[in-house]
């Protein structure tokens, strides 16, 4: 197990360098990189001065083994607009995104019960509600939902802030973005947890535990959870991945100070050092929950062999 987990850890490195590398020639070739920090109405001599602050008016050989050696010194340099450096700002911001991707987790995992409640009851009103449901709020943009949330609870009914950061421990402020940001994940939690353990309970070894004499619950928790418990947590690895991206758009909406509102607000000022620093942060993040899934399949399942 040691030898593949540095070799994860290896392979997840070098994805990492590629995509540091592809953002260093992507500020370079989408456009002018000073030209996208200045003002529209920038003068010349403003222009010459920042890109000599910047560097960029040296080689863009240069420039790459700057780039590269600040990146593994931790050195995103500084932001443009805040006078402070980048990762700091990132890192500082990243509790609060965490913090709501974990609570949004959690909520989102609802959707195994619910699934589980569907398989064991087909074609009952309540497979027909959960089935209803969850096609539902796929098919709703979470946009929207949360647009529609904030004009129903926060403006007609007032019981809950349109927006910001009340503190960890008040409720009123997560309540909706964390429960707008599970939808999606919640309804293919039940899905899936549905579709799983519906194709477990038709094979032979559940027929065989029914002839033993074995009761409904014992097959069901301690046989059939645990052959679907792989694709569950497959979807479970993607799904926080996606709750981590997908707070980019909830931050932006509910006015959460986290990573994802930091992103938005540093595109939207074109502080580039910024919106480097928490996209490879956020590339970071990702690549440790698929890494922890990995490694956590021997644990669910002994039979995998990791080589």
């Known amino acids: 197990m040691g030898r593949y987990v540095i070799r994860r850890v290896a392979h997840s490195v070098f994805t990492l360098f590629i995509l540091v590398v592809a953002l260093f020639f992507a500020m370079h070739t989408l456009g002018d990189p ?41 050195d995103f340099g500084e932001s443009l607009r805040r006078g402070q450096p980048a990762l700091d700002i990132v890192l ?12 949004a987790f959690l909520i989102s995992l609802l959707g195994i019960p619910l699934g589980i409640l569907a398989a064991t009851r087909p074609r009952s ?11 539902a709020m796929l098919s709703a943009p979470n946009f929207w939902v949360a647009l529609l949330g904030i004009y129903i609870f926060a403006v007609q009914l007032n019981w809950l802030p349109t927006s ?17 940001l599970a939808l999606n994940s919640l309804a293919r939690f039940a899905q899936l947890t549905r579709t799983a353990v519906m194709e477990e309970l038709t094979k032979q070894y559940v027929q065989t535990a029914h002839a033993k004499g074995l009761g409904e619950r ?4 301690l046989h059939v959870l645990k052959n679907a418990a792989i694709s569950i947590l497959t979807l479970a690895g993607d799904e926080a ?20 509102f930091l992103m938005i607000s540093a595109i939207e000022q074109r502080d580039l050092p910024l919106v480097l620093a928490t996209v490879v942060v956020a590339a970071v993040l990702v690549m ?19 080589q």
């Open 288 to 306: 440790l929950i698929n890494l922890v899934v990995d490694l956590v399949y021997g644990w669910v399942d002994p039979r995998i062999q990791y």
């Open 218 to 221: 014992v097959i069901l928790w």
């Open 34 to 74: 000073v030209a996208l920090m200045l003002d529209t109405d920038y003068s010349q001599s403003q222009y010459d001065a920042l890109q000599h602050e910047l560097g960029y008016d040296r080689p863009v050989v240069v420039q790459f083994q700057d780039y590269m050696t600040g990146i593994l010194q931790g």
């Open 241 to 260: 991945a996606s709750i981590v991206n997908g707070s980019v758009i909830m931050e932006t909406i509910f006015g959460w100070p986290g990573m994802g």
């Open 164 to 180: 910001g950061f009340g503190g960890y421990l008040n409720p009123s402020y997560l309540v909706l973005p964390a429960v707008v």
């Open 92 to 103: 500082a911001s990243l509790p609060k995104t965490l913090f709501l991707g974990a609570l």
């Open 125 to 135: 009103w309540i497979d027909q509600l959960v089935n209803a449901s969850s096609f």
